[in-house]
């Protein structure tokens, strides 16, 4: 039946539409959605609560269910991260000002803008970038734009994935790039557009050769995309300085609470030269003096390089900026400060080095890559009969989160599951899980 406020529901209008966009149905739009996630059939939903009394019980309930990351010692990460959040960095990004407005458009306060350029200055910094985006939805969909972009400056039509990936990071670049850009092949050839690089990688090692990865890409005409995590920058070379031409990555971790699907936003970063600043599909802001003598203003670099400037000849589409949280980044940075971030970076290899050589002596245990260098994560592989699930069993059992299980994603590991350790973990922490684990597999 038509709707009656809306005209589009009008089978008339409906196939107007579809005449208009060379369609033949409406599945015609969800082709590319895999069978597996198409439901066919009407939601199974209760039936509806007609008092608010009885709607906050409800969800009260659901909500009692979890448990979160305060409540056990959590050793999970895998892209999601329980670092400390100074307590500014929530107050900031709870004032109405900025917690109430969406996206920054120009029709706003100028003191978002400025709050935002203060963000893009001090990524810059860290990074030794030039030039900083305002933030994507996460990282994921930073490193597919990247490579969107890549593609489009060297006019090639495939890229190559050099480290191990998240399984969900691969699967959002897949679909970014799908009809633009081949993934995979060699790491040859003159139809390569860029080289992607994970620094540290998905399994946490800071792998010796991401510098190898950019000169290859760079003998070959390509250019080299790496994906970082900031808070490692305390302590290891940010990309630009061996060579990187793209840097993108996700600031969770810079000041925002693991919070269900929340929290995340991406950067992309490159240096000061038309060819990539033209292409990034983003809001980027900047500084300049306005006709009062001694004053500045902040505002929209190249406009009509976006979607919103020129409309449907945008390169990409610009997408909603996650700018709550790059102001909530700007804040963490500010406070952090140089000193700040090289100490975080210097506690969480030590905690790792500790945390991977306690867990690593435990018989049945084995350390993935011992030897090379980690950052906060790394794969342990249990030998000994017991699987990953069972052992993630029994830690939950005894009040503790494990580690995220890559037995399916990366069978070549064997049962083997990724463990993380931040700032929030003490000594005691870590001894008390390799005991755990020592007891789980004996």
Request: hydrophobic residues 40%; glycine residues 10%.
């Amino acid at each position: 039946m038509p709707h009656p406020y809306i005209p589009n529901a009008e089978p008339q209008v409906k196939a107007e539409m579809l005449a208009a966009t060379g369609a033949t149905d409406i599945e015609d739009f969800y082709a590319d959605i895999p069978e597996h996630l198409r439901l066919r059939r009407p939601l199974d939903l209760p039936e509806p609560l007609r008092g608010e009394a009885d709607l906050v019980r409800h969800v009260g309930g659901l909500l009692d269910r979890n448990t979160s990351t305060a409540e056990a010692l959590s050793f999970l990460g895998a892209g999601c991260y329980r670092h400390y959040v100074p307590a500014v960095c929530d107050e900031v990004n709870s004032r109405s000002e900025f917690l109430t407005a969406y996206a920054g458009e120009p029709y706003e306060d100028h003191g978002r803008f400025q709050a935002m350029w203060e963000y893009q200055s001090m990524m810059g910094e860290l990074l030794e970038m030039d030039v900083v985006n305002v933030p994507t939805y996460d990282g994921f969909q930073a490193a597919a734009t990247a490579l969107r972009m890549a593609g489009r400056i060297t006019g090639r039509g495939r890229v190559v994935i050099a480290t191990p990936i998240d399984p969900d990071k691969l699967s959002k670049i897949e679909d970014y790039l799908d009809g633009a850009l081949t993934i995979g092949g060699e790491l040859d050839g003159d139809d390569l557009a860029a080289v992607f690089v994970d620094y540290p990688s998905y399994l946490g090692v800071v792998d010796r050769k991401t510098a190898e990865y950019v000169r290859t890409a760079h003998d070959l005409g390509a250019l080299a995309v790496v994906a970082c995590d900031p808070v490692a920058l305390g302590v290891l070379a940010p990309p630009a300085s061996f060579g990187a031409d793209i840097v993108c990555g996700d600031i969770q971790p810079l000041g925002m609470h693991p919070q269900y699907g929340g929290g995340h936003a991406g950067f992309i970063a490159t240096r000061d030269e038309e060819r990539f600043v033209m292409e990034f599909p983003s809001r980027l802001f900047g500084i300049v003096p306005t006709t009062v003598e001694g004053e500045y203003g902040f505002g929209d670099v190249a406009w009509d390089r976006t979607s919103l400037g020129v409309r449907e000849q945008g390169r990409e589409w610009v997408g909603t900026a996650a700018a709550l949280w790059g102001i909530t980044a700007g804040v963490y940075l500010a406070l952090m400060g140089p000193q700040g971030m090289r100490e975080l970076g210097e506690g969480l290899m030590s905690r790792c080095a500790y945390a991977m050589s306690r867990i690593g002596e435990i018989p049945g245990v084995e350390i993935v890559d011992a030897a090379l260098p980690h950052i906060k994560e790394f794969a342990v592989r249990f030998t000994g009969g017991a699987t990953v699930a069972m052992v993630n069993a029994a830690l939950h059992e005894r009040g503790i989160f494990g580690g995220k299980d890559l037995s399916a994603d990366f069978p070549e590991l064997g049962q083997s599951a990724l463990y993380c350790v931040t700032e929030m973990h003490t000594k005691a922490d870590i001894d008390r899980l390799a005991a755990e684990l020592k007891e789980i597999v004996k």
